[in-house]
């Protein structure tokens, strides 16, 4: 059953009190969405091109959640809508759950007009895999700071902070990192608004990519770079296992889908965020994160598998060489728009679909980077929502015993 709402907070209230108009509850979400997706049809108009937001606020895993997004997605195809970033329709969905349901909120917004309905179906209990026994994620802060963190790496015995205006060199001293020297950065351009950075280090040496420039330098026997404006591919590391040049878009935040396989092979893909490798069964894949919402999974030469979409993460990701089980990890963030707590989760994939590993750990905010660390490890970067700081963590993923 759904039920339309007159207002976003109407709508909230009708959770707390146990959605009393739910009660016809379907018995799984691709069936609860379908009159859902319906409606949101009739409200925007045939061809329409829709703006989706997802958040996760129930006890559902990744997978779990993302079942109910491909079937609403999908209901939208086939009613002849389409799913884009620039939209003139914005639809603001929100999985929730009350003692005996799951729900489904919507907001659907078209300029001043908004509509809100709630789909439901049966709450199961074993239906909310929270990891596998034994499998965690262990959380290590790093660093912190006001100024945005966009990568940190550990050249030599120091440690490089990339920021927005500086790289900074610290040294350890006493057990503590000491500030070093700061090398300046000047944009060749305006920075874009959701700036993005990645550091490779080699011995005392380092490469820094920024949108439009590129940056090397050194450690030893001084700090010392020299950035000049590049349009060159940035080099995309997935644990020890994977290797992928991928351009970037300087006025953007993501990869425009120019992209050359590790066996030299250019190839066209979709844009995307991120991009991750994993292996299963002995087969190397590849996992990007798009820039319309959806994971995809690709064969090693970037071609795309029918029918493995993952709907359920967010726009970071980061491949591992942790195995725990008869696949190798990967690290996923949930979908969100910046405004709200984050998460990071590991799984494996199996039979092309996502399966989870372990639970979740969370953060105060979103998660503004997130990138293979090498080995079982990935270092993640969030920015706290109550203080504004950015903080540095290394996420290792340990498979127990």
Same mark, same amino acid.
């Given at each position: 059953?759904?039920?339309?709402?007159? @207002?976003?907070?109407?709508?909230?209230?009708?959770?707390?009190?146990?959605?009393?108009?739910?009660?016809?509850?379907? !018995? !799984?979400?691709?069936?609860?969405?379908?009159?859902?997706?319906?409606?949101?049809?009739?409200?925007?108009?045939?061809?329409?091109?829709?703006?989706?937001?997802?958040?996760?606020?129930?006890?559902?895993?990744?997978?779990?959640?993302?079942?109910? #997004?491909?079937?609403?997605?999908?209901?939208?195809?086939?009613?002849?809508?389409?799913? =884009?970033?620039?939209?003139?329709?914005?639809?603001?969905?929100?999985?929730?759950?009350?003692?005996?349901?799951?729900?489904?909120?919507?907001?659907?917004?078209?300029?001043?007009?908004?509509?809100?309905?709630?789909?439901?179906?049966?709450?199961?209990?074993?239906?909310?895999?929270?990891?596998?026994?034994?499998?965690?994620?262990? #959380?290590?802060?790093?660093?912190?700071?006001?100024?945005? +963190?966009?990568? %940190?790496?550990?050249?030599?015995?120091?440690?490089?902070?990339?920021?927005?205006?500086?790289?900074?060199?610290?040294?350890?001293?006493?057990?503590?990192?000491?500030? @070093?020297?700061?090398?300046?950065?000047?944009?060749?351009?305006?920075?874009?608004?959701?700036?993005? =950075?990645?550091?490779?280090?080699? =011995?005392?040496?380092?490469?820094?990519?920024?949108?439009?420039?590129?940056?090397?330098?050194?450690?030893?026997?001084?700090?010392?770079?020299?950035?000049?404006?590049?349009?060159?591919?940035?080099?995309?590391?997935?644990?020890?296992?994977?290797?992928?040049?991928?351009?970037?878009?300087?006025?953007?935040?993501?990869?425009?889908? #120019? %992209? &050359?396989?590790?066996?030299?092979? *250019?190839?066209?893909?979709? *844009?995307?965020?991120?991009?991750?490798?994993?292996?299963?069964? @002995?087969?190397?894949?590849?996992?990007?994160?798009?820039?319309?919402?959806?994971?995809? +999974?690709? !064969?090693?030469?970037?071609?795309?598998?029918? @029918?493995?979409?993952? *709907?359920?993460?967010?726009? !970071?990701?980061?491949?591992?060489?942790?195995?725990?089980? *008869?696949?190798?990890?990967?690290?996923?963030?949930?979908?969100?728009?910046?405004?709200?707590?984050?998460?990071?989760?590991?799984?494996?994939?199996?039979?092309?679909?996502?399966?989870?590993?372990?639970?979740?750990?969370?953060?105060?905010?979103?998660?503004?980077?997130?990138?293979?660390?090498?080995?079982?490890?990935?270092?993640? &970067?969030?920015?706290?929502?109550?203080?504004?700081?950015?903080?540095?963590?290394?996420?290792?993923?340990?498979? =127990?015993?």
């Amino acid at each position: 059953m759904i039920a339309a709402v007159k @207002g976003w907070y109407a709508a909230w209230a009708a959770l707390l009190v146990c959605c009393p108009l739910c009660a016809m509850a379907a !018995d !799984d979400p691709g069936s609860a969405v379908r009159e859902l997706a319906a409606k949101t049809a009739a409200f925007a108009g045939a061809g329409t091109t829709l703006a989706v937001t997802w958040r996760n606020a129930s006890s559902l895993g990744s997978a779990e959640a993302g079942q109910a #997004r491909t079937a609403f997605e999908a209901a939208l195809r086939q009613a002849g809508e389409r799913i =884009g970033e620039s939209a003139a329709v914005e639809l603001r969905l929100t999985i929730a759950e009350n003692s005996t349901q799951y729900l489904l909120v919507e907001e659907a917004r078209r300029g001043e007009e908004r509509q809100v309905w709630i789909a439901a179906w049966t709450r199961r209990e074993n239906a909310a895999p929270r990891g596998v026994t034994g499998v965690a994620l262990e #959380r290590r802060l790093v660093w912190e700071q006001d100024e945005q +963190i966009l990568d %940190v790496a550990f050249p030599a015995a120091a440690m490089l902070v990339l920021a927005p205006s500086k790289l900074t060199v610290y040294h350890k001293t006493g057990g503590q990192w000491e500030a @070093g020297q700061s090398l300046p950065i000047a944009p060749v351009n305006p920075w874009p608004r959701d700036l993005r =950075g990645r550091l490779r280090t080699a =011995g005392s040496t380092f490469q820094a990519f920024l949108p439009g420039m590129t940056c090397n330098g050194t450690v030893d026997p001084a700090p010392a770079m020299e950035c000049r404006s590049s349009d060159e591919p940035w080099v995309l590391e997935s644990g020890s296992r994977g290797l992928l040049l991928a351009n970037f878009v300087a006025s953007r935040n993501y990869f425009d889908g #120019r %992209v &050359v396989a590790q066996n030299g092979t *250019p190839r066209s893909v979709a *844009p995307f965020y991120t991009a991750a490798s994993v292996e299963e069964r @002995g087969q190397t894949l590849w996992l990007l994160a798009l820039a319309d919402g959806r994971a995809q +999974i690709f !064969d090693s030469n970037l071609a795309p598998l029918d @029918g493995a979409a993952i *709907p359920a993460w967010g726009s !970071d990701i980061a491949g591992l060489d942790a195995r725990c089980g *008869p696949a190798t990890q990967v690290l996923a963030t949930r979908p969100g728009d910046g405004s709200e707590p984050d998460a990071i989760q590991g799984f494996s994939i199996a039979d092309r679909a996502a399966q989870t590993v372990t639970a979740p750990v969370s953060f105060p905010g979103p998660v503004t980077a997130l990138w293979s660390f090498g080995g079982n490890s990935a270092l993640a &970067v969030a920015r706290d929502l109550s203080t504004g700081t950015y903080s540095a963590y290394v996420i290792t993923v340990a498979c =127990g015993s």
